[in-house]
Each structure stands twice: as structure tokens, then as C-alpha cells.
């Protein structure tokens, strides 16, 4: 009977319908899995930032003393001559540590005097010779100035130090934690604006370290960078799109640019010890090196990148010039190039931005070393900020953790502030043709 | 002079000439009337004397840069006295050091001697010589090359051809700068490799269990028994790798199918830039976070589950470069995903299959070999990162694979090897340069067989 066994086969739409809800509830799962993935990765971003930004807000700004100091001829210049040679070898340290020494007259134990002394960063006494220096009036005068704290001090008015936590696990003791609130209810403990984390050069000591030497190393280095990466890419890029013929050896440099994109950093790194520092003699440390290992680093980036501009400026430009009568080398230079600039330009950007963010390379080639000075050319010895965030992270003060991650902010500043500026000439300067 | 006053200098000769070439073309001609008869425009003739005047010069200039360091160094040991002169190279380069700093007027590490002042001044003598002979020629060669072309220009002079002429082999050789840099690397971790293979045969190296990069001064110095085998390396290296490879890809992949076919446009246009964000961050702020935020939470948290955790864990490395190639993966995930043809896409539709059912049982196996190509591209990323292993992970080289276990990788050991005080022709130093190689060699065959397959795949679909 054909009717009966119609009702009893199962049809098509019966399957489809009694596996339709456990089809819908997979298609929500999956989609729910993709929705995850995309918040895990936004949480991320955010993770990191928030926690670099925690640590690193509190670098600057910088905890001083305000101390009444009496600026001592006896100290000073106790031949009376003003003589600045004389002046600079004095022993300034006397006249801090008596302007502090005074508002504790009860400290008068050794030890008790040396921990006292302490609270003081070793710049302080400096801060005091430039002020004369500065002015050689003050000689004999008393003057209210804030001076830097110590390290430890910081830490411990930023809330870094734990109070409660036993004496013999803390690096500042009862004793001083107690002089600490003492100078706190007098009105003298200060937070200032950090200025010297901005200008100084690295130091062994947190509460001078400052981010100055770096930054010029990496500015004389981007410069280098910029200078060699940008003219040899877009006429290696010139090169390959509007003149190269095809053949074998083309094709072998394009595989080449697109090999070396994909090398890692560090093997640059290999290079540059081998050929600029080993057999051609140039100094360690330099950030004219730098720049050259840079360079080979940054150029398939801009070499791709400016090919692709060629790329998009339409043929029919080429063809209005060469019908009016220009040479090919003419067409190109007068027209396709200042057309497909912009697009250059931002590869130019993107490849610099990635050249300040990077370290490896540089580790290679000496670029690592403690260096006080800050640096006045690309043949002096210097870091980089990359560089100076990584020998930072590998000290062990507590202060230097909220520095380097100031340090990164200021790193990860400079480079979303390049890559903004590369998306904004982008969409101010892309014609679509 | 200084160098960069004399390229300013230079800069300004070839200024001069352009001036001289342009006003000669038109003298010859009898002023901008007669400007018709030249072969050329004026400026062709001006451009071809300063290239003239400034390339040559420019070249002799930029050689010397190159190889003033060692050519006066190679004199100055000439110069020396002949006990000094007849020492190990290793010494000798000391020696140079020191000659080097009293020359600069910096530190020197031993007691300054009438030889040492002597050398120094012999250096210092040297480089003023150097510098002056510099200036001369190099100004002489511009001058005479210059004034040369400055008298063939002519009316019948074809200035433009020969100047689109020089402008080509300029782009050429920028062109082929890829390749001399190529070259480059080979050459130089090769010839280091090649004097480690001397010392260390191939295989203790490939297949050896043990590294210990030490080298016993004494013979009772305990670890350092100057063991090469680089087998603890690559496991340590594969192991970070595929933790990261474990989080990069899911994320990366999903989050990229996500955007693609489900987010609407607001979201994407928020959350694709900001993960791209983080292929921007340097990879030192990542190490720092591993090494400082991430390594003492998960030690922290293991120790509550009553795991034993290294401080420099193996997982937290993994973990934070995972993060870091996320956006790698989710932008060659989006390439390919987005280059299967609509078609297929409807067609399946068609079928009444669910979103989730034509992305699993056809887009995705018609991407499989493009997204292949992305994880491939994303294992060498890994293999090659320097920083954040160098920062997080550890620096014994333990063979295990406990991902909580401190590990050591190929690129912190060439880091470790080279930076700092070193010594050439140890051992120690060039085994970097073998482990160098090695890398080279590891994440040039990674590429070339992606790219390869991406390229194949995407002729598939045009």
C-alpha cells in the first residue's frame, strides 16, 4: 500500500526539522566562541595598557624635601676667591645634609646620622652646585629649596614600600619611616612634576635616571634610519615597478625583499657585529650603526609599501605623459612618483615606527652599554629608549620598575602618535582613481 | 675638515656646478634665445656636471668612512714597536683598545707607557693625515670630474640621455641593495659557523644533549664543561612556539571569522584597529610584561594550586607572544578567508546550511591551505622572537617539556653569547653566529614553503 508506507517513511523535512534546533544551538555556540575570541583579544590590549599605565603614572612625578639650606663660604669657598674650578670641587654634601641634620638635632649616633644622610639622593648635592653656579650670590645666603629624595623614600610615599610589613623585609626602616612622617606633618615632603626624567641620562641611581640619553640615541638613530631607508626604497621601488624588465633576476630580487621581511630582527643583529663592527672597523655602540642595521631592517617595509603606491597610480597617467612627449624617466619622476608620494610617505612612517620600537638588533651590535653622557652626534656611544626599557627591567630597585614602565609609556606615545599620523595622511592624501 | 662638513662642502660644489653646467649650455647657445637649439633642457646639463662633481667624490668619500677605522688601525699595529707587535691576536686587540682610547683622550685600562703615548700619537697623527689627505682628494676629484663635464656640454651634448642614464644604475643599485643585504647575512653567519664546525663537529652541535656554552678556564671550575649540543635549544624554542602557536591561533583565527561574517560595522570598525595595536607594541614592553606582571601571577597562582612553577616559566614566554602574533594570524586569517570566491559561499547558503555550517564545512577547507600558510608565517615570527624570551624565559638550557619549567631558547642563547665582554674566536662566541645560521636557515624555509603555498592558493581562486 503505497499511502501506509508514505505516513510511515520519514521525510526529509521531518530530519531537517527535528535536527534544526540542535543546528541553531550550534550556530550560537560558534558564534558565541567568535564573539569570545574578540574579547579576549580586546581584553588584551587593555590588560596590558592599564597595567603599564598603573605602574608607570606614579615616574612622573618625583618626591622632594624642602629644606632650609645655608649656603656655608666656610663650605663653599672658604678662600673667598669665587673661583668656579675651586667652588665645583667642594663638598656640597656637607651643606644638605647639615640643612637636614638641623631639623633632627636628637640624631646624633653614627649610624643613626648615616640613615638620616641617606634620605637624600645622591643628586641633591649637585642641585646645590648648579644653583650656585647659576647664581654665585647665594654664597653666605639661606634659601628654601626642594631637594631630591632618595629612591626609597619615593617608593615609600608613592605606596610602594609596604608599612606593615616586618622591619628586617623592608628596605626603609622604622627609624626612618618615622622621620619620614615627621617631615610630612612639618609640610615639607613634596611631590614635583619629574622634569629630570625627561632631560637626564641614565643613572645607577632611580631618582636621576632619566629617559634624555636614550631618547637622543634613538632620534640620531631614526635619523640615520630615515635618511639611507627612505631614498634607497623608493628608488629600489621605482626601480622594480616602472623599469625592471622581467626576468630571472628580477624575480630574484623580489623574492629576496620579500624573504627579508620575514628574517628575524635579531639575525640583523648578526649582521651588523659582522660586516660594520667586525670588518669594517666602525665604532660599538654608535647609532650610525644602528641606523645602517635599521635600515637594512625597515627597507622591504618601505620598498613594499612604496611599490604599492606605484602600483595604484593608473596607468593612464603614465600614458598622457609619455603622449605629450616626456621620456620615460620624466614620466616617472615628474609624474608618477609625486602621485604616489603620499602612500610612500606613510610606508615610510609605519617602517620608521617599527625601527623605534625595535631592540634585538641593537642589543647585537653594543648597543646596550651604561651610558651617562647623552649622546651629541650618531658617533657617539648610546641606547636607545627599546634598550634603555629593557636594562631598566633588569634592575632590581623597586623604583625603577614605575621608570621603566613611564619609559614604555612614553615609547608606546611616540609610536601611536607616528602610526595616527600615518593613518591621517592616508585618508587625507589616498585618491582613488 | 670633518666628514659632515665635507659632504656640506660637497653638497655645495655640486650646487655650484649645476649653476656653471646650466649657464654654459646657454652661453653656448647665445642666451635663452637660442635655448631651442639644445639638445636638452638647460637643468640636463646643469644636473650632469653636479652628478659629475658630486658622485665620484661622494663614493671616494663614503669608502673611506667605511674603511678608515681598519686601515689606521692596520698602521698603527705596523707602527708598533716589535715586542708588542708579536702577541696574540686576542691581546693585540686589547692593546689596540687601549692605543684607541689614550687617542680619544678616554680611560685606559693599563699603565700608560712611552710606547702606548707613542702609538697614540702615531693613531692621532694618522687620522689628521687621513683627514686632510681625505678633503684634498676628495675636493680635487670633484673639482676635476666636474670641470671635465663641465667642458663637454655643448648644443650637441645629449645631457637628458646621459643623465636618465646615471639616474638608472642609481636605482638599480638601490634595487639590488636587497640582495647585497641577503648576501651579507649569509656570508657573515657563515664564515663564523664554518670556524665553530672547526672546533665542534656538526653533529655534537645538531644532535647533542647538552648546553653548557662555558668553557673551563680552570680544569675543577664546575658547570662549564664547554658542551654544544644545541638539542635543549630547539625543544626549548618548540615549546614556547607552539604555546604561543595554542593562543595565537584560536584567538586569531576565530576572532577573524567573527568580524568577517558576523560582527556588524561598528564593531569592526573599533575592534580591528585596536587589535592591530597590538602588532605595534614593541616587543620589549611585551617581555617586560611577561617578566613582571604575568610570570609572578601564574607562579602565584600555580603555587595556590600547589604546583612548583618556575619564576621564569616557560608558559608565561609562551602565553605573552601568543598575545603578541594574534593580529599576525587574524590578518592573514582575514586575507585568505575573504578570498574564497562568494559563490561558494551562496552556494551553500542555498543548500540551507546555517552560517556556522558553510563556514566550518566550506570556507574553511577551502582556506585550510592559505590559513596553513598564516600559522606557518606565524611559527617563524615565534621561532625568531628575540625580546620577550630574552626578558621572560630562562637561561638554562633544561630539557623538558613541562611548560612550567624554565626553558631556553635559540635567540636568547645568541643574545646571552654576544652581548657583554666577548672574546672572537672562542668557541662560546661563535657558536652564536652557528646558532644565527641555524635561525636563518629554520625561518627562511618557513617562508619561502608559506609563501609558497599562499601564492599557489590564491591562483587557485583567481
Redesign the interface.
Known sequence: MPVESNANRRRAIDVVNTSLKKRYAREARFRRLGFGAVILGLLFVSILFFDIIGKGYTAFVQTHIELEVYFDPAVIDPEGKRDMKEIARADFRKLSRNALRSLFPEVTKRNDRRALDAMLSSGAPHQLLEMVRHDPALIGERRVIDLIADDDIDMLIKGHIDRNAPQSDRRVKDQVIAWVDELQKQGRVKEKFNTGFFVNGDSREPELAGIGGAAAGSFYTLLVTLLLSFPIGVAAAVYLEEFAPKNRWTDLIEVNINNLAAVPSIVFGLLGLAMFINLFGLPRSAPLVGGLVLTLMTLPTIIIAARAALKSVPPSIREAALGVGASKMQTVFHHVVPLAMPGMLTGTIIGMAQALGETAPLLMIGMVAFIVDIPGGPLDPSTVLPVQVYLWADSPERAFVERTSAAILILLAFLIAMNTFAVIMRRRFERRW | MHTPILILVLLGVMAFAFHLGRTRSLATVGGRTGVRKLHSLPAYYGFYTALWAGLPALLVAGLWV?????VI?SLVVEGLPAALRDQPPAQLGLLVNDITNLANGNIVSRAVDADLRAAADHMNELRTIGKMALSVVVLSIALGAGSLAWRSVGPSMRA?NRV?RI??G???V??????F??V??V???L??SFRFFHKIPLTDFLFGLEWSPQIALRADQVGASGAFGAIPLFAGTLLISAIALFVAV??????A???AD??GPR?RSY?KP??E??A??????????A???LAPAIRGAGEAMGLTVSSESALAAGLVMG?MI?PFV?SLSDDVINAVPQSLRDASYAL?A????T??QVILPAALPGIMGGVL?AA??A?????IV??AAGLSANLTLNPLDSVTTV?VQ??TL??GDQE?DSAKTLA??AL?LL??IV??GL??VA?HIVRKYREQYE
Open positions: 667605511f674603511f678608515e677605522g681598519s688601525t637628458r636618465e639616474v638608472n642609481l636605482l638599480i638601490s634595487s639590488l641593495i636587497a640582495i643585504t641577503t651579507g647575512i656570508m657573515s653567519v664564515f663564523e584560536p584567538i586569531g583565527l576565530m576572532s571569522i567573527y568580524l558576523y560582527a564593531l575592534a585596536v587589535l595595536v597590538l605595534g607594541v614593541p616587543t620589549v614592553v611585551y617581555g617586560f610584561f617578566a613582571l606582571t598575545v594574534i587574524s540551507g546555517t552560517r556556522s555550517e563556514i566550518r608565517l617563524s615570527r621561532i625568531g622572537e628575540t625580546m630574552v626578558m635567540t645568541i643574545v654576544l652581548v672572537f652564536a653566529f644565527g635561525l636563518f625561518t627562511l617562508n619561502i609563501l
